[in-house]
């Protein structure tokens, strides 16, 4: 029997742990990427995901979130669901008990209301402070406000507001694991590019764009630029270079490499953590210096690791 083993993005850290304990008792890697997002979704010190999330361009905090099990190719996700913290949870949801894959916006707030989940304010004081700080009162937006979206979207890759605080002002949660039945998942979570059009989706819910898995070669999951990984479908082009040959490293480089491709004004960061189908770790970034984390089930604490640098022109 394998052991199993958990990679996470470097948010991860707080939940890997819990993620781990959940294979340790031969629980299985669904349940535990789960376990591990469901408690990066309610810190309160992560504007990115989940709880105190920052908001849209009105005010409105939006969850994204998509599982995906590699055994089936299974997967459930929610997008723009307000005024509940467990989006991961809700995207489980949709994958047991309903014939369809992505539920957005009121439909999903329906379904948490139906399912008996906790209504939560998920916009917190401090996250509501940062978005009129940013952004204005609401009260006084007028039509400029409305035509600044694009140029805040661009902004956002380096807001220096944002760099003062040691914050950027988007970002993701992504678990894989694979458990001792050699069965992989994969689970992402995130209140999306603060300031968003409304009703935007990312890349998170969009199964192959920022969330694939599949037991026969492996699983990949993305942050950053959310319009980049659907454009290419990033998640599922790593899996797929995998299938045919290419080792984890390669099809990182070689997904990463096809972004370079994209005609797009607001090319950003792009970050890509994967697992291959034996359960070895690995994880890249456009950005220098960013690492991921990885935690097996006979290590005591996570382990942060440098992902490898792929440098993508205009990114
Ligand atoms: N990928 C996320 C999105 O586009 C944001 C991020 O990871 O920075 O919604």
Same mark, same amino acid.
């Given at each position: 029997?394998?052991?199993?083993?958990?990679?996470? &993005?470097?948010?991860?850290?707080?939940?890997?742990?819990?993620?781990?304990?959940?294979?340790?008792?031969?629980?299985?890697?669904?349940?535990?990427?789960?376990?591990?997002?469901?408690?990066?979704?309610?810190?309160?010190?992560?504007?990115?995901?989940?709880? &105190?999330?920052?908001?849209?361009?009105?005010?409105?905090?939006?969850?994204?979130?998509? =599982?995906?099990?590699?055994?089936?190719? *299974?997967?459930?996700?929610?997008?723009?669901?307000?005024?509940?913290?467990?989006?991961?949870?809700?995207?489980? *949801?949709?994958?047991?008990?309903?014939?369809?894959?992505?539920?957005?916006?009121?439909?999903?707030?329906?379904?948490?209301?139906?399912?008996?989940?906790?209504?939560?304010?998920?916009?917190?004081?401090?996250?509501?402070?940062?978005?009129?700080?940013?952004?204005?009162?609401?009260?006084?937006?007028?039509?400029?406000?409305? &035509?600044?979206?694009?140029?805040? =979207?661009?902004?956002?890759?380096?807001?220096?507001?944002?760099?003062?605080?040691?914050?950027?002002?988007?970002?993701?949660?992504?678990?894989?694991?694979?458990?001792?039945?050699?069965?992989?998942?994969?689970?992402?979570?995130?209140?999306?590019?603060?300031?968003?059009?409304?009703?935007?989706?990312?890349?998170?819910?969009?199964?192959?764009?920022?969330?694939?898995?599949?037991?026969?070669?492996?699983?990949?999951?993305?942050?950053?630029?959310?319009?980049?990984?659907?454009?290419?479908?990033?998640?599922?082009? =790593?899996?797929?270079?995998?299938?045919?040959?290419?080792?984890?490293?390669?099809?990182?480089?070689?997904?990463?490499?096809?972004?370079?491709?994209?005609?797009?004004?607001?090319?950003?960061?792009?970050?890509?953590?994967?697992?291959?189908?034996?359960?070895?770790?690995?994880?890249?970034?456009?950005?220098?210096? *960013?690492?991921?984390?990885?935690?097996?089930?006979?290590?005591?604490?996570?382990?942060?690791?440098?992902?490898?640098?792929?440098? =993508?022109?205009?990114?």
């Amino acid at each position: 029997m394998d052991q199993g083993i958990v990679v996470a &993005s470097a948010n991860g850290h707080i939940g890997l742990p819990a993620a781990v304990d959940v294979l340790r008792q031969s629980g299985s890697a669904l349940d535990a990427v789960i376990a591990g997002t469901r408690l990066v979704e309610a810190n309160p010190d992560d504007h990115t995901v989940g709880y &105190s999330g920052l908001p849209n361009m009105l005010g409105d905090v939006e969850l994204d979130a998509s =599982v995906m099990e590699g055994a089936g190719l *299974k997967a459930g996700a929610v997008g723009a669901l307000q005024g509940y913290q467990d989006a991961v949870d809700l995207a489980r *949801k949709v994958m047991e008990t309903l014939p369809h894959v992505l539920i957005a916006g009121d439909g999903s707030r329906q379904l948490a209301e139906e399912l008996g989940f906790e209504q939560r304010d998920i916009l917190t004081p401090e996250a509501e402070a940062i978005w009129k700080k940013r952004l204005g009162d609401p009260r006084d937006r007028d039509a400029s406000y409305m &035509s600044r979206v694009s140029e805040l =979207v661009a902004a956002n890759a380096s807001d220096a507001d944002f760099a003062s605080i040691g914050e950027i002002p988007h970002g993701t949660v992504n678990f894989i694991a694979r458990d001792r039945d050699g069965n992989i998942a994969s689970a992402v979570s995130t209140s999306g590019w603060a300031w968003k059009y409304p009703g935007r989706l990312g890349d998170s819910p969009i199964i192959g764009a920022g969330n694939y898995a599949d037991n026969r070669w492996g699983a990949a999951a993305c942050t950053g630029r959310g319009e980049m990984a659907q454009r290419c479908l990033t998640a599922h082009s =790593v899996v797929t270079f995998m299938r045919f040959g290419m080792s984890l490293e390669a099809a990182l480089e070689q997904a990463m490499n096809d972004l370079a491709h994209l005609d797009d004004p607001y090319k950003s960061e792009m970050n890509i953590v994967a697992l291959d189908k034996d359960g070895n770790p690995g994880a890249a970034s456009t950005a220098v210096g *960013k690492t991921y984390v990885v935690m097996r089930e006979d290590m005591d604490e996570p382990e942060e690791r440098q992902r490898m640098h792929i440098s =993508v022109p205009g990114t």
